[in-house]
């Protein structure tokens, strides 16, 4: 096997605390328990590779043979019904299981050869040959080591386990051969603790839309010690952008510079050397710049379109990474008076409720935004679309951009507990934060991140007859 290569298997805190919840409660006393997870395989790059869960099933104790605290048995009618629903559609599949004791666990002999065997049975009996992941956990599934089998069963490698918001890579950028002034740069913001720092240092940042608010963003989150980014903006600056974008100048208009590179100028003042930053002059919709978001830890999207906005959830969806949504409006009241809103969305990692469910994207104007010009400009003749940019203005955009950069603070630190999703609403000038009572937005049955049917725990009385039930193959 390629020992080059960094494999993780990242699943959302959300979906690992029912999961963990449903094989604790699947026990009695302190049998051994198992659990499976049934994965996507993300080829992040040439050197890195991730597997995100879609499914998880957990058997309950009428699904076993034999369990015990030295080991157990399915029931061959469960394993048929895993084989025909979940390995059939081609993931590939993870086995999580249990040893009795609390310390760091280690897998055993017969882990060792029932695992070889399987690997072997499942590569050899599905035409998508599936890979299997192993995973044990000590009693209470708070130590863990994990490995990946090659598709004979002879050889294994080690698997990275994240079951938190980011997954921070080790092979990332060190932060320890930094010089002594760029350390000292931070030192203002050590009472945030120096693992903090090296996360922030470490983070890439998919940044969508480079306008306003993402300028204000870009500078706020750079100087906050972020300085791996993957801009995405197909616009060049106007001199109507000069009133909102920090160190923008008429000459950079004159020049016709794009956007992504105004930012990566800024950026680059602030960082003389470390800082990667790949920037892409076109729009998300791009197969390039969908590839290169897919890269990232995080992505923040700072657009003032539907159709960006609707992609990017998707993408924070399909990879399983956190989405940052930013954005600002004006509007006039009947006596004349200006009402400001700001709003920051993040949606829970992993699904639950997202931009769809929380009536941020619009689904019609973002069908329109993605059709030919002569559809556009037949639904502005009967005003489905304005035809004219919203208002914006920078003290408000920097109301926005700032409290999305301490978002991000709060999540990458630890402070800002994030899971159920956060939806906060700035409004002036009455100066109040209202904050969305999350629990409205859940949406089982959303066409987007709709979470029904895909995590369950099965008995055996739930479970139809199979095609594969001749298969002899019995899980330990």
Avoid at 89 to 118: K, M, W
Avoid at 370 to 375: K, Y
Avoid at 412 to 432: A, Q, R
Wanted: glycine share 6%; charged share 20%; net charge negative.
């Amino acid at each position: 096997m390629n020992k080059s290569l960094a494999i993780s298997l990242h699943i959302s805190s959300k979906m690992w605390t029912s999961f963990q919840q449903s094989m604790l409660k699947s026990r009695m006393f302190n049998e051994e328990v198992i659990g499976f997870l049934f994965c996507q395989r993300h080829q992040v790059s040439k050197r890195q590779i991730r597997y995100i869960p879609k499914t998880w099933v957990v058997p309950a104790s009428d699904c076993y043979e034999h369990q015990s605290a030295s080991g157990l048995v399915l029931k061959q009618h469960f394993h048929s019904y895993l084989l025909e629903n979940h390995l059939q559609p081609g993931l590939d599949v993870v086995h999580i299981h249990t040893h009795a004791g609390r310390g760091l666990p280690d897998f055993s002999y017969i882990d060792d050869r029932y695992e070889s065997e399987y690997a072997r049975f499942i590569a050899s009996s599905f035409p998508k040959k599936p890979r299997l992941i192993s995973g044990v956990f000590n009693e209470n599934l708070q130590s863990c080591q994990f490995r990946i089998w090659d598709r004979k069963g002879r050889d294994f490698e080690d698997v990275k386990f994240c079951n938190s918001l980011f997954e921070i890579s080790e092979n990332k950028q060190a932060i320890n051969n930094v010089n002594l002034n760029y350390d000292f740069m931070f030192a203002r913001q050590k009472i945030f603790g120096e693992t903090n720092q090296k996360a922030l240092n470490q983070l890439k940042v998919g940044l969508i839309g480079c306008g306003g608010i993402g300028s204000i963003f870009a500078e706020l989150l750079g100087r906050l010690g972020v300085k791996n980014w993957v801009l995405i903006d197909p616009d060049i600056l106007e001199t109507v952008n000069l009133n909102r974008m920090p160190a923008a100048t008429q000459e950079m208009v004159d020049q016709r510079w794009h956007k992504v590179h105004y930012i990566k100028h800024l950026i680059k003042k602030i960082y003389r050397e470390g800082s990667c930053v790949k920037t892409i002059p076109t729009s998300v919709e791009s197969e390039l710049a969908k590839q290169e978001i897919a890269t990232c830890d995080l992505i923040v999207v700072a657009t003032d379109n539907h159709l960006s906005r609707k992609t990017a959830q998707e993408l924070a969806l399909q990879y399983m990474r956190p989405l940052v949504c930013l954005g600002t409006h004006i509007d006039v009241k009947p006596d004349n008076t200006p009402r400001m809103y700001s709003r920051i969305t993040v949606p829970p990692l992993g699904g639950g409720w997202c931009l769809m469910c929380g009536n941020i994207i619009n689904l019609q104007r973002a069908a329109l935004e993605s059709a030919p010009l002569e559809i556009n400009q037949m639904a502005a003749s009967v005003g489905y679309l304005e035809g004219v940019n919203d208002p914006a203005v920078f003290w408000l955009n920097s109301i926005c951009a700032s409290t999305g950069v301490g978002v991000i603070h709060g999540m990458v630190s630890g402070f800002l507990n994030v899971d159920s999703g956060i939806d906060w609403i700035y409004e002036f000038p009455g100066n109040h934060w209202r904050q969305t009572n999350t629990e409205y937005l859940q949406n089982d049955d959303c066409y987007f991140c709709g979470m029904k049917g895909l995590e369950e725990v099965v008995h055996n009385s739930d479970l139809e007859s199979s095609d594969l039930e001749d298969s002899d193959f019995i899980l330990w």
